[in-house]
């Protein structure tokens, strides 16, 4: 790749990095947060070339592969995505400490974070939203009520799979993807407007 074509896909960056916070930025009112991004191989989800940690309610970090094929071709698009996602994070986290969160907490703010996404963007759903059926969502969802008011549950096991468990990778981000769809189909409600909602509610 030439210096010509590296700095035309930063500037790119760069562009839907500003369009995007100005967006999220009015929608909730919140100008404190700070955006850092990093190009970095090690971080990003294999399957997009892009990735995002919120570690508290003040900064998102965006981490990206220039040379990733998909990243490459879907640069706005995937800023878009990450950034509007991580910002519902951040303003979530202002109400409801992620760090101290039980295991639904986690899994309805991952899916509200991912319909936000949605609702700003006009995208489809993400990979890990849809990565389990019908049928495997109602098997694994017995499973995961057992330990939906845990707040020792291992994060790792849900969102990323444990085949020692026999959780299915993904399984937290679909399930919680699920529980929010329907809540915002009975409620008539945008991801938008339940940042603050209290996760009990979902069920």
């Known amino acids: 790749m030439s210096h010509k074509d590296i700095d035309t896909k930063r500037m790119k960056i760069e562009s839907a990095i500003t369009e995007t916070l100005e967006k999220v930025q009015n929608i909730f009112n919140v100008y404190d947060v700070s955006v850092h991004v990093i190009e970095d191989k090690e971080k990003i989800i294999p399957e997009t070339g892009i990735g995002g940690f919120t570690p508290d309610s003040h900064t998102i970090f965006i981490y990206y592969d220039l040379e990733h094929e998909n990243f490459k071709k879907n640069i706005k698009q995937e800023i878009a995505s990450t950034l509007s996602h991580e910002f519902h994070h951040a303003v979530r986290n202002r109400t409801f400490d992620w760090t101290q969160d039980?295991?639904?907490?986690?899994?309805?703010?991952?899916?509200?974070?991912?319909?936000?996404?949605?609702?700003?963007?006009?995208?489809?759903?993400?990979?890990?939203?849809?990565?389990?059926?019908?049928?495997?969502?109602?098997?694994?969802?017995?499973?995961?009520?057992?330990?939906?008011?845990?707040?020792?549950?291992?994060?790792?096991?849900?969102?990323?799979?444990?085949?020692?468990?026999?959780?299915?990778?993904?399984?937290?981000?679909?399930?919680?993807?699920?529980?929010?769809?329907?809540?915002?189909?009975?409620?008539?409600?945008?991801?938008?407007?339940?940042?603050?909602?209290?996760?009990?509610?979902?069920?």
């Open 102 to 203: 039980t295991l639904l907490g986690a899994m309805v703010t991952e899916g509200l974070a991912d319909h936000f996404d949605i609702e700003m963007n006009k995208g489809k759903p993400k990979p890990w939203s849809l990565a389990l059926s019908d049928s495997k969502i109602i098997e694994i969802e017995k499973l995961a009520g057992l330990e939906f008011n845990n707040r020792e549950y291992n994060h790792s096991d849900w969102f990323f799979g444990s085949q020692e468990k026999n959780i299915p990778k993904w399984a937290g981000y679909a399930i919680g993807f699920k529980i929010v769809k329907e809540y915002l189909q009975k409620t008539n409600k945008k991801a938008s407007e339940l940042v603050s909602e209290p996760a009990e509610m979902f069920l």
